[in-house]
């Protein structure tokens, strides 16, 4: 049975798979790129895939680079043959490099990714290039080589201040400008090159936009001004919000407001822009309608005892049975709630006041339609099985 489940990925790698190595594969998201090679091409339409940007079949015989690679003089004298390569990512060509064993260690380099090249081996470097769909772009020797980062970088004000030239910043992952950053300070940066998402205040999009490469594939989050960024569920109190007066809040995750008095919201926050869900009860649901910038956010009147599933629990029937009164359950995004064998319709009936699902649920399937009826918010999946799940992936090889 089919039960792997992967995220959207980068660069599906295929070379060297097999009808085997893919026979678990329930469904992959969106991809980015596809390396195959002639016998594997047939695999690819196998795969039960999301959008596909492009499909690369690798020639024999050629290495494969799938992160950003650096040629100067000295990885040039260590070849031994000649290179032929498929470079995926940024290949950056080093101003030491001598346009003679350029081309004497270099075969061939097939690029789908940028290309920084000094302008005096321009020349060279495109008689031994063959491009697939990446640019070519060249930097003189006063400008700084690029730098490159992964995962989740945060563009500060000391950062900018150590770059002594202008200088490209190639990110893959998230891009974080901190909100100190000033526009006389993005005069170090030469171009932004990023793939994956900018996080940024919404004063610096006019400065940091000419600054973003046509290459990048980002997705920018533009967070207001004026807001304060909660950066994790929060279970607000009311000693926590005696100092705040008016504020507005920028989040991301859960917030749990139930436990706060009408008076105290009315006095502390002004305005709350959520991507998740908020908490509140029946006496202030009104009152976070009016201070909610955001259609989608969900907003849940919650009076009786609730429980949060925040990750992977297992509710058997001795779960239930410890359970005093019916209780409402929220199962969060990113959560997993599996309902054992052991545990029958009626257990669900008397114990399980509501649900509300943003996560997965995982029940047999003779108590699904019991769990349907608890359901008040239903933005989860229902399913009888645990899948295996994978989230965004850089580099898959099957």
Known sequence: MKTSIIGNVGILDLRNSTEKSIQQIKSIGNVGIAIVSTSTLPLLHQLPLGNLGMVIEIKEGYQLYTEALEINQAFLETLDPSLRALTADEVVIAYD????????????????????????LYGAVQSVMTSGGGKMKTYDQDAEKPINKKGVFKLT??????????????????????????????????E??????????EHMVAHLSPLISQSSSAQMTVIPDDYTVIDRALRM?????QS???????????LYMNALKRDTIERSISKIQSSSFIVTSSESED??????????????????????????????????LNLQEAVVVIVVNGGELTFA????????????????????????????????????INEGKLQSEKEEGTGNVGVLKL
Not at 100 to 119: A, C, M, Q, R, T
Not at 244 to 254: A, D, M, S
Not at 304 to 314: A, D, H, I, M, Q
Not at 342 to 370: C, S, W
């Open 287 to 320: 009152l976070l309608y009016e201070i909610v910038d955001t259609l989608d956010t969900e907003i849940l009147a919650i009076d009786e005892p609730y429980l949060v599933v925040e990750k992977n629990e297992l509710w058997d029937e001795t779960a239930f």
């Open 341 to 376: 064998e052991n545990v029958t319709a009626d257990m669900i009936r008397e114990r399980i006041d509501t649900i509300y699902h943003f996560g997965t649920l995982i029940a047999p399937k003779e108590i699904q339609l019991t769990i349907k009826q608890k359901l008040e």
């Open 157 to 190: 004000p000391s950062f900018l201040e150590s770059l002594i030239k202008p200088t490209t910043l190639s990110v893959k992952g998230i891009l974080q400008v901190d909100e100190r950053v000033t526009e006389d300070q993005l005069v170090h940066v030469k």
């Open 192 to 201: 932004l090159q990023v793939k994956g998402v900018i996080e940024l205040r």
């Open 237 to 241: 109190k009311e000693k926590q919000l």
């Open 97 to 120: 490099v001598e346009a003679e064993l350029l081309k004497e260690k270099i075969e061939d380099i097939e690029y789908y990714g940028d290309v920084s090249v000094p302008n005096h």
């Open 244 to 254: 705040w007066k008016q504020k507005k809040l920028y989040t991301e995750h859960p």
